[in-house]
């Protein structure tokens, strides 16, 4: 895909290839409406199946993997996937299984992609679990990092190859890792890291068997292991990582970590963390640059539900889905525990409005893990998906001698407006009957609309397109966006266009769980063709506008240097 590179200027202009439309000829085709997915990975060449390691002895660390990530590793224009791999658990010698990297070689609306992990550099030292993207040398290129039970790895790109990087200061050799974020949280201009930790886990000759109520062997609960503290990495620069966890506060408190992003969620300008706690209190921790994070989850009403509950949080999203120009957050829980709206209400304050958004009822029979706001059909809001798997053995399944008997359908929300959501299961996205884990969104196709690529655990990968049109058969207008800093993804630039709706956009790839997404902004336009005028707050504060962006089409835009 050729994209349009433009400097930022008050009044930056452009001219380009309008994008093709989206046409559709293979497999079945699910519709509700005008939203639309076609499941296509055995079509586009993806034959990956993650691999737990389970062998019957119901070792609570094989039901909690993996994720997904999607990034254009070779800067061809095209998303291509990172897909995490576990492997054996019991004996790891050998010739082991590895994360598989999936170069994206589409033409036009038909996807298609070619293994290129061994050619990549790609290869299996540790039990993998999730990963984290972005530019930590600030070379123009998009590395991984990988969060792994045992020692996560940084990936250097060089363009066509990943280049394994020891790092001290990231490779603690004995860390069960799931979920991290890169961000500029110190506004040096270079990418720091936070890694959310999960529990320590014994070696598997010590592993403690819990039963059921039936005898039966069972997963343990969480609450059977003690946390581990997150850690957070500032960057030196080159992509150099030192350990501040200690200094920066974030050791004073420890649960187990499985979902994190980060954003300005008390309105003072600066990134602060949120980190989804399994089965404790979640964290809000308070950027002071230049001191101590605070965690303020409670007196901001993020900690527990609105009931007081704290919860089993795995998966987190954050977005203004309710476009008043503030960032909400979306929680993901296990069974019988309804999932939880935070909506932003003023600065250092959130109200649960699960239950009056409709997301709460539907949730309680589902465990979630990963989860996305995105626009799903391009008509101007944000829709919201969850990837639902238990982490209980359902009986119903067991008699039927599944592996793993922990299989769920996941759910598509869809925004009516008016702060409902309603549950949308006629697509392809709650088909499958899988356990799902982490979801990453992005448009694999460039034709202007987020697709959703989603991980199973012991299962296969999912590629679900979108074909999503409007009342009248067409696919709604649409402007894309890739914002760009000193060569690299401006990571946390806040963008709107101008207009009655100021929906707030911020350039990320974490969230989810244990996944990494598209960079690139799509601000779905319904039936509106009136070219916008975008307004882009960068990291450093300054505030830019663009106009003539054509739209149907993306842009590259990078900020003016004084």
């Avoid at 061809?76 to 054996?88: F, M, N, R, S």
């Avoid at 997150?230 to 150099?240: A, I, K, R, Y």
Wanted: aromatic share 8%; charged share 20%.
């Amino acid at each position: 895909m050729t994209y349009n590179r433009i400097r930022a200027t008050p009044t930056a202009r452009m001219h380009g290839l309008r994008m093709l439309l989206f046409v559709c000829s293979i497999s079945p085709i699910f519709v509700s409406g005008e939203i639309a997915f076609r499941e296509v990975a055995s079509d586009a060449g993806v034959d990956f199946v993650h691999q737990s390691g389970a062998i019957g002895k119901r070792w609570t660390l094989e039901i909690t993997g993996a994720g997904v990530g999607l990034l254009d590793y070779d800067g061809d224009g095209k998303l291509d996937i990172w897909v995490v791999q576990g492997g054996p658990l019991e004996d790891r010698a050998g010739d082991l299984p590895s994360d598989r990297l999936y170069r994206n070689i589409s033409e036009g609306s038909k996807l298609m992609f070619e293994d290129v992990t061994g050619s990549a550099g790609l290869g299996a030292e540790t039990y993998g679990m999730g990963i984290v993207t972005g530019d930590v040398d600030n070379d123009g290129d998009t590395d991984v990092i990988t969060l792994n039970f045992g020692r996560n790895q940084l990936f250097l790109n060089w363009g066509t190859r990943f280049e394994k990087r020891v790092d001290e200061a990231l490779m603690k050799p004995n860390e069960w890792s799931i979920s991290g974020s890169l961000a500029d949280l110190n506004g040096d201009g270079w990418l720091d890291l936070y890694i959310a930790n999960y529990m320590e886990f014994p070696p598997l000759d010590e592993y403690k068997v819990c039963r059921r109520l039936s005898t039966r062997k069972g997963y343990c609960a969480p609450s059977n292991f003690d946390p581990t503290p997150d850690q957070l990495l500032l960057n030196e620069g080159n992509g150099v990582f030192r350990d501040v966890s200690k200094q920066s506060g974030i050791t004073s408190a420890a649960e187990r970590g499985m979902g994190v992003v980060v954003d300005d969620l008390n309105g003072d300008g600066t990134p602060d963390l949120y980190v989804a706690n399994d089965m404790a209190m979640n964290f809000l921790w308070l950027n002071r640059i230049g001191e101590p994070f605070v965690n303020d989850a409670l007196l901001s009403g993020v900690a527990v539900n609105g009931h007081g509950m704290r919860e089993a949080s795995m998966g987190v999203a954050v977005a203004d889905w309710d476009q008043d120009f503030d960032p909400d957050l979306f929680l993901t829980h296990d069974i019988k525990e309804s999932n939880t709206l935070y909506s932003y209400e003023h600065a250092g304050w959130f109200s649960d409005q699960s239950i009056q958004s409709g997301l709460a009822p539907p949730s309680l029979s589902k465990t979630g893990f990963g989860t996305v706001f995105f626009d799903a059909e391009n008509d101007g809001d944000l829709d919201l998906f969850i990837a639902n798997g238990s982490v209980s053995m359902i009986d119903a399944q067991l008699a039927k001698r599944l592996e793993p008997p922990l299989r769920q359908t996941n759910q598509l929300f869809i925004n009516e407006g008016s702060g409902k959501f309603e549950e949308n299961t006629a697509t392809t996205l709650s088909r499958f009957e899988e356990v799902s884990r982490g979801v990453a969104m992005g448009d694999l196709d460039n034709d202007g609309d987020v697709d959703l690529v989603i991980s199973n655990n012991d299962g296969p990968i999912r590629i679900q397109q979108n074909l999503s049109t409007n009342a009248i058969g067409e696919t709604n207008h649409w402007l894309g966006v890739r914002l760009l800093v000193l060569g690299r993804d401006a990571v946390g630039a806040v963008a709107w266009l101008e207009g009655d709706i100021k929906e707030r956009k911020v350039v990320r790839t974490d969230g989810s769980y244990a996944s990494a997404h598209d960079p690139r902004l799509i601000f779905g336009l319904g039936s509106d063709a009136t070219t916008p005028v975008l307004h882009v707050k960068w990291p450093n504060g300054v505030s830019e506008s663009f106009s003539d962006l054509a739209i149907n089409q993306y842009h590259v835009l990078t900020q003016s240097l004084p």
